[in-house]
């Protein structure tokens, strides 16, 4: 790790001026990635900005038709919140199995939603459920924010503040971890909406999250056997050693069909 | 068995281990805890190609950062290279070819993470930033990684001497009685194996704190070492020129080595070499990153095998094939690995009366293969019982019984295999028979008919093996190209109040030698467990050792310190005689009292003890005071564990996702000190048996040799749930030719496990049509298996 500022504002506005007036800032919002980079000397910001003593960015709650959490709420929150178990079961369900405990204890869904990255489970939560990414500037449409792999439309000095999630009727997510990582090899997250079925993928893209159109076609019943039924094309998808586009492609119809069963 | 974790701590109890607390709470004492006065720390600049030239090294900017102490470069290297311990000879009798292996590396590098530049800096920090200011000119080269390509036509050359990247070309066997018995064969099966390489991932990275004290002229090396008597002959008098008596090596509690931590690697000539330039202590501590570049890997063999029946299903004959891959250079025991460790054990548990294996190892510009826990045997018991499982299937011999009407009877021992080794004893239908039982073979089918209702695959496999380890009768394997014998030392220090420490040659890295070792004292001596210390892992405290690999401590060790017991308990019956004033031979010595024969006379071994340091009332004029004995203890045979695992697993179709459900492991180690280690130590070589068949793969580029597995984001360690609860038991015959008669438990788990796992696997998938996989069996791996069997049966 090479030498850095440190700084640990206590409001939204001294966080933007913090890394505005740095010659690299960083924010840091958990660090769950970005302290590993740190570590491997892979990154070498001037300034690191810690968002985590930002008390307007913490907390769930219930609002409108759905729910809101803070950016700087960590997932172990989420999982054991009984609003968004309420609510929303499939996210918290989705929370319970990022990482292992102690990422769950410092990671934040703010962190994972302005990183993206391609393997992150709460990109899937995002576009799936159609959730609004709220910053210090403006709302984002989950469909607009997500820009390929670790690309965002987050501006610079745009800082995430909270994530609204719409209630669905149902929703659901399976992952299918990559053996070693344990990331995402393939996570898909289902939901029936009023505005009818989003399904969203992890994992897979070379773009990172995107919506499957061939599943969503195939879901307008909301029938499990229907989305295993459905063949998504391979072109677009990763492969490596864990998995070629081709398993990638077939394990996103057996997931959308097992979110599908199991959606609450 | 079942473990008795009770108050007994005799052989045969369960007592608690003494080293947990510390371990447990924290307070061992690592290399890494080791912090000398003015210590330095050490950076090691590694190569980022696989096979590059180095054109020009540019350290003078980093020289003038802060911090730094020195900057070295194999320009600067003035003492020898890393010596190989073990010497094989070609089939035409030319030795194998020894490439230099220099710590620094002087104008080529061969593989990524080859060693560059030193860095010495007061601060880990500092020294990183100054190896980020070395300008190294490398112009690239082709590099070769694949182990069956190694030899061919056109393959980049990793060493000028070494034509076709061969290293040796090695046979054992009598070919032409082989190729007469195939002639007549009634069956031929054939199988095309790889048995992949393995990072070995000891929880403990590597370290290494080098010290050299000006007053004295005595260097002092502490090292994450499983002997440190080795590294001081293997450093001490072919690396750095340093007499023993100037040397001392000091391996404190290490954290795992499973073969990892045998070899002489050259951080630790760095670090020593080092300290004398700089005139300060250096410390160097490996990160993981670090460990998958330069630890020495293990298995990573591509063999072809043939085995003949005759018409009753007796194998006559087998012919076997090999490349083994030793990397870019040839580490300790290297050589020694696919040879005389594998092919060795090429008869198995079975009477095949003719065997001829051809090895031939080949250089790659990959980290170099050595031992890793089993060393050659997991190779060969997977080759073996792949393709007795194979000849079951395709003979239609039920494969259990096609296993025993093969068996080496009980009644055969010692029985002479056709490839130099003679098994003293064994009952391998005993072990077969009590795992059949255990691992509910008998009512599998219930089992795979309800699994199949869920949707899931259900396969039982099992593996039959035998394995050669208390490592060695040091004038065999002399005559077989080791360059070292293999004999261990143990000394027994009788304290004047009756309290006791033993002094190992071999090193305890997590197996429990303080509380096995301390029972066997203990129990001998009948003195109590708990005042039995014992030390290990200092060149300066232990006479002598060659250390700890081979499943040789118990067996090899423990055999040195009974020969010291004899010796302690041979004086103290003349000291208790003297007390008696009775003959020696009347003495008997029983539960740590001396008695006279006939009489009521006794006197405790506390007595005596004190007597012999205190000898007011003594037969001084024929016995010397004191009560300390030392004896080197040299086998006259390698011992040979066995038994039988079998595994049953569950694989979703769908996904390809494998779980292995069932684990029964049933093994003849000899005699057992302490049933719980002794099933810690199962539990431990079962998963990495697991971790072997079906999640652990050290993977290369095949174009640029960039290790892509380097890190665990993508090398996969075995993890809590992929293993079942394992069944363990052992049934035991004894070693027939060492005091304890035990033969060792290190290594069983690992050998015979994958093939177990595999032939699972196999027999889970047979329904839908897939009769091969490769380790490791990933849910990739199976899927894409599933597929083109689904479309070759389509294709029909």
Known sequence: MHNFAFHRPASVADAVKAVGSASDGKIIAGGQTLLPTLRQRLASPSDLIDLGAIADLKGIKAEGDGITIGAMTPHAEVASSAIVQGAIPALAHLAA???????????????????NDPAADYPAAALGLGATIRTNKREIKADDYFQGMFSTALEDGEIITAVHFPKPEKAGYEKFVQPASRFALVGVFVAKTKGGVRVAVTGAGQEGVFRPKEVEAALANFSADAAKGAKVPSGNLNSDLHGSAEYRAHLISVLAGRAVAAAK | ????????????????????????????????????????????????????????????????????????????????????????????????????HF?????????????????????????????????????????????????????????????????????????????????????????????????????????????YDRATGEYTLYTTSQNPHVIRLLMGA???????????????DVGGGFGSKIFHYSEE??????????????????????????????????????????KDGKFIALRVNTIANMGAY??????????????????????????????????????????????????????????????????????????????????????????????????????????????GWADFENRRAEAQKRGKLRGIGISTYIEACGIAPSAVVGSLGARAGLYECGQVRVHPTGSVTVFTGTHSHGQ???????????????????????????????????????????????????????????????????????????????????TVKGTDKKVSFGQVALTAYVPHNYPITELEPGLEETAFYDPLNFTYPGGTHICEVEIDP???????????????????????????????????????????????????????????????????????????????????????????????????????????????????????????????????????????????
């Open chain 1, 97 to 115: 199995h990022i990482g292992d405990r102690q990422v769950r204890a410092r990671g934040t869904i703010g962190g994972s939603l302005a990183n």
């Open chain 2, 1 to 100: 068995m079942a473990a008795d974790s009770g108050t007994a701590t005799g052989i045969g109890a369960s007592p608690k281990r003494k080293e947990d607390f510390r371990f447990l709470t924290g307070r061992g004492t690592y290399t890494d805890d080791i912090n000398r006065p003015g210590q330095t720390y050490a950076y090691i600049l590694r190569s980022p190609h696989a096979h590059a030239e180095i054109v020009k090294i540019d350290t003078a900017k980093a020289k003038g950062m802060p911090g730094v102490a020195a900057i070295f470069t194999g320009a600067d290297y003035d003492k020898g290279g890393v010596p190989c311990g073990w010497q094989i000879h070609s089939k035409d009798g030319s030795p194998m070819i020894e490439p230099p």
């Open chain 2, 103 to 211: 710590p620094l590396c002087k104008d080529r590098v061969r593989h990524v993470g080859d060693q560059v530049a030193l860095v010495i800096a007061n601060s880990i920090a500092e020294a990183r930033d100054a190896a980020e200011e070395i300008d190294v000119t490398y112009k690239e080269l082709p590099a070769i990684v694949s182990t069956g390509a190694a030899d061919k036509a056109g393959a980049a050359q990793v060493w000028p001497d070494a034509k076709n990247n061969t290293c040796f070309d090695w046979h054992i066997g009598d070919k032409a009685a082989v190729d007469a018995a195939f002639a007549k064969a009634h069956h031929v099966t054939k199988l095309d194996l790889i048995n992949q390489r393995l990072a070995p991932n000891a929880m403990e990275p590597r370290a290494a704190v080098g010290d």
């Open chain 2, 238 to 252: 072919f690396v750095l020129q340093i007499p023993e008596h100037k040397l001392r090596v000091v391996a404190p």
């Open chain 2, 269 to 310: 000539a760095l670090v020593t070499w080092a300290s004398e330039k700089v005139r300060r202590p250096v410390k160097w501590t490996s990160d993981r990153s670090e460990a998958f570049l330069s630890d020495a890997q293990g298995r990573d063999h591509v063999s072809h095998a043939e085995l003949a029946l005759d």
């Open chain 2, 330 to 439: 040839l580490s300790t025991f290297a050589p020694c690995v696919p040879t005389y460790l594998s092919a060795t054990l090429l008869a198995g548990v079975y009477t095949t009366p003719v065997i001829y294996a051809e090895v031939k190892a080949v250089f790659t510009n990959t980290v170099a293969v050595d031992a890793y826990r089993g060393a050659g045997r997991p190779e060969t018991t997977y080759l073996l019982e792949r393709l007795v499982e194979k000849a079951a299937r395709e003979t239609g011999i039920d494969r259990v019984e096609l296993r025993r009407r093969n068996f080496i009877p009980k009644t055969a021992f010692p029985y002479q295999t056709p490839v130099a080794l003679q098994y003293d004893s064994g009952d391998y239908e005993a072990t077969l028979d009590l795992a059949l039982k255990m691992g």
């Open chain 2, 512 to 594: 429990g030698h303080e509380t096995t070792f301390a029972q066997l004292v203990s129990d001998t001596l009948g003195v109590p467990f708990e005042s039995v210390e014992v030390s290990h892992g200092d060149t300066n405290k232990i006479p002598f050792g060659m250390g700890t690999y081979g499943s040789r401590s118990l067996a090899v060790g423990g055999s040195a310190i009974v020969k010291a017991m004899d010796k302690i308990i041979a004086k103290a019956k003349r000291i208790a005689a003297h007390l008696m004033e009775a003959s020696v031979a009347d003495i008997d010595f029983k539960n740590g009292e001396f």
């Open chain 2, 654 to 796: 769908e996904t390809g996702v494998t779980q292995v459900v069932n684990f029964t492991a049933v093994d003849d180690i000899g005699r057992v000190i302490n049933p719980m280690i002794v099933e810690g130590q199962v539990h431990g070589g079962v998963v990495q048996g697991i971790g072997q068949a079906l999640l652990e793969n050290c993977a290369y580029d095949q174009e640029t040799g960039q290790l892509l597995t380097g890190s665990y984001m993508d090398y996969t360690m075995p993890r809590a749930d992929d293993v079942p609860s394992i069944k363990v038991a052992t049934h035991s015959t004894m070693c027939t030719h060492n005091p304890l008669g035990s033969k060792g438990v290190g290594e069983v788990g690992a050998i015979g496990s994958p093939p177990a796992v595999i032939n699972a696997v196999l027999d889970a998938l047979r329904p839908v049509g897939v009769t091969d996989i490769s380790m490791p069996a990933t849910p990739h791996k199976v899927w894409q298996a599933i597929q083109s069997a689904g479309k070759a049966k389509a294709a029909e």
